[in-house]
């Protein structure tokens, strides 16, 4: 199932605040929460997220990660 749109959570303000948490919506309505990331770390947009699969937005995120640890 791909993905309709996504949204992001709102960015911490401060130390002890969540991080912020990808949601995925998809083109059958249901949604889900995929996961949280440290925003000083990587950044997402929702636009990113548009058509990718499940499996597409964990890929993204982890090449987002490796291209951060390898800088």
């Known amino acids: ?4 749109y996504a949204t ?3 960015m911490p303000l401060s ?3 969540p991080m912020p948490e990808v949601t995925a919506h998809y083109e059958d309505g ?3 929460v995929l ?5 000083d770390e990587i950044r997402f947009t929702p636009s990113e997220f548009v058509g990718l699969t499940r499996e597409g937005a964990f890929a ?5 990660d490796t291209n951060y640890l390898q800088n």
């Open 30 to 32: 249901s949604e889900e």
């Open 8 to 10: 992001i959570s709102k």
């Open 60 to 64: 993204l995120r982890h090449q987002k």
């Open 15 to 17: 130390l002890f605040d």
């Open 35 to 39: 996961f949280q990331y440290y925003p």
């Open 1 to 4: 199932m791909k993905i309709k």
